[in-house]
């Protein structure tokens, strides 16, 4: 086997392994955020402050933050990390690239979709009227 080869094949295992090791990351960090999703929220209900109480939004929104919050640290040592910073920085990069409509094209569109709205909506009532005239001609 020459050194290429042999350089390609352990590149291979070596990402084998990554690809392992990120998988138990994932389930360790779903493990994880499932479990804050379902236990943060009687711990704060259960500390008595009133604008915590469960069922509260405050109290919703708090635990989804620490939810989130705690996958990503347990993602963190997993290799994936850093495609998700490229990725997001490729997502950034194509926001600053989107223009905002001129108002013409805004009413255009927006007439366009509200007549497309009334179309289907008149449609369904045809089909609503036609098949309600032939359950009451069977039923009567």
């Given amino acids: 086997m020459s050194n290429t080869q042999a350089r390609r094949h352990n590149e291979h295992k070596d990402n084998n392994q990554k690809k392992k090791s990120d998988m138990l990351f994932y389930i360790v960090a779903i493990t994880v955020v499932v479990l804050a999703l379902i236990f943060i929220p009687k711990a704060l209900g259960a500390a008595g402050v009133s604008f915590l109480a469960a069922g509260s939004g405050l109290n919703k929104l708090l635990t989804f933050i620490i939810a989130a919050v705690l996958g990503w640290i347990c993602l963190l040592p997993s290799q994936s990390y850093k495609d998700f910073v490229a990725l997001s920085k490729g997502a ?48 009567a």
């Fill in 92 to 139: 950034r990069t194509e926001w600053r690239k989107t223009i905002k409509p001129d108002r013409d094209t805004v009413t255009r569109t927006t007439m366009m979709v509200l007549a497309l709205v009334a179309l289907f909506a008149l449609l369904i009532l045809l089909l609503d009227w036609v098949f309600g005239t032939i359950l009451h001609l069977i039923i």
